[in-house]
């Protein structure tokens, strides 16, 4: 059977919902609950291993919570049916805690069964794509968590996130900086959704454009059609915006954002470029550099004033 690869759809609810501004961990939405359930049973066959495989699950989950089984209920013959017990754990067990285990586990068992073709009859998602919009749904609704090497970890980027994104974003809501502040949003939308060339692309741009919107501030004279980054930080530190001390972590972030928007793998018989996925965490990390910087420039700007 071929197996279709998952994608998130774009609904006009997904693309005019504001996006939260901080990863939280304390509590899992009604909405993921059901996503999750989504693709579990998009994932695992209500009757894989013979039925005895829900029943692992329920029964590991069970006793790590000190609990003789978890909630459900018997059909009219006094039969339990343990796919549904686990997916009532999920939406309805209020300690988010114990829900991420029963996530965890169940994820786990998945990626197992992923190595047992004979495991993975009338189900419509591959291991890797579950895991995949698993991660997604968790970034969509704010949720600072992912699923990594059979185990939920926590995503400590939020620290980053509260000291950088933020006051980045609160920043270019100043007059004069709608421009940068559209392309920091873009850039941070394309992340959270995991358009990664995409958001150190307009990371990149606004960058570019904060540097450019002081210029125009400040009556300092630059060519619009040649107007790169690196001419930018050069007028900048003519006019003395920023220490000398600071162009070099301007330079290193240029190269970081140019390198990285550009990443391809060129085949050697003139075939052509393909693009090469940014990874996640690389691209966070453009952005979170992107997001220093611009603060430290428009600090710097509100300061000259």
Same mark, same amino acid.
């Given at each position: 059977?071929l197996l279709?690869?998952?994608?998130?759809? *774009?609904?006009?609810?997904?693309?005019?919902?504001?996006?939260?501004?901080?990863?939280?961990?304390?509590?899992?939405?009604?909405?993921?609950?059901?996503?999750?359930?989504?693709?579990?049973?998009?994932?695992?066959?209500?009757?894989?291993?013979?039925?005895?495989?829900?029943?692992?699950?329920?029964?590991?989950?069970?006793?790590?919570?000190?609990?003789?089984?978890?909630?459900?209920?018997?059909?009219?013959?006094?039969?339990?049916?343990?796919?549904?017990?686990?997916?009532?754990?999920?939406?309805?067990?209020?300690?988010?805690?114990?829900?991420?285990?029963?996530?965890?586990?169940?994820?786990?068992?998945?990626?197992?069964?992923?190595?047992?073709?004979?495991?993975?009859?009338?189900?419509?998602?591959?291991?890797?794509?579950?895991?995949?919009?698993? *991660?997604?749904?968790?970034?969509?609704?704010?949720?600072?968590y992912a699923?990594?090497?059979?185990?939920?970890?926590?995503?400590?980027?939020?620290?980053?996130?509260?000291?950088?994104?933020?006051?980045?974003?609160?920043? /270019?809501?100043?007059?004069?900086?709608?421009?940068p502040n559209?392309?920091?949003?873009?850039?941070?939308?394309?992340?959270?959704?995991?358009?990664?060339?995409?958001?150190?692309?307009?990371?990149?741009?606004?960058?570019?454009? +904060?540097?450019?919107?002081?210029?125009?501030?400040?009556?300092?004279?630059?060519?619009?059609?040649?107007?790169?980054?690196? +001419?930018?930080?050069?007028?900048? /530190?003519?006019?003395?915006?920023?220490?000398?001390?600071?162009?070099?972590?301007?330079? *290193? /972030?240029?190269?970081?954002?140019?390198?990285?928007? +550009?990443?391809?793998?060129?085949?050697?018989?003139?075939?052509?470029?393909?693009?090469?996925?940014?990874?996640?965490?690389?691209?966070?990390?453009?952005?979170?550099?992107?997001?220093? *910087?611009?603060?430290?420039?428009?600090?710097?700007?509100?300061?000259?004033?």
């Open positions: 059977m279709a690869t998952v994608a998130l759809l *774009n609904l006009f609810s997904r693309r005019n919902k504001p996006l939260p501004d901080v990863f939280q961990y304390t509590a899992l939405p009604e909405a993921l609950r059901v996503q999750i359930i989504h693709i579990l049973e998009e994932s695992l066959p209500a009757d894989f291993d013979n039925g005895r495989g829900w029943q692992n699950i329920a029964k590991r989950v069970a006793c790590e919570h000190g609990l003789l089984s978890i909630p459900g209920h018997a059909d009219g013959f006094g039969i339990r049916h343990h796919r549904a017990d686990c997916m009532g754990y999920i939406l309805q067990t209020k300690d988010p805690e114990k829900v991420l285990d029963m996530v965890e586990y169940s994820f786990t068992i998945l990626k197992v069964c992923g190595l047992d073709h004979r495991l993975r009859h009338n189900v419509s998602c591959e291991p890797d794509d579950a895991i995949k919009e698993l *991660n997604q749904r968790f970034r969509i609704h704010g949720v600072g699923y990594q090497d059979t185990q939920i970890v926590r995503v400590d980027s939020q620290l980053l996130h509260a000291e950088a994104v933020v006051p980045a974003l609160q920043l /270019l809501q100043q007059k004069g900086f709608k421009g559209e392309e920091f949003l873009s850039a941070h939308e394309h992340l959270r959704h995991g358009r990664t060339e995409e958001a150190v692309v307009d990371a990149g741009k606004a960058f570019e454009s +904060t540097m450019k919107v002081i210029c125009d501030a400040k009556e300092w004279p630059y060519h619009e059609n040649r107007a790169t980054a690196s +001419t930018l930080i050069g007028i900048i /530190l003519e006019k003395k915006l920023i220490p000398t001390w600071g162009e070099e972590q301007l330079r *290193n /972030l240029e190269k970081c954002l140019t390198g990285l928007s +550009t990443v391809r793998n060129r085949n050697a018989h003139g075939a052509g470029a393909t693009p090469r996925d940014v990874p996640d965490h690389l691209a966070a990390y453009a952005l979170h550099l992107a997001a220093s *910087n611009i603060v430290f420039l428009v600090e710097s700007f509100n300061a000259m004033k």
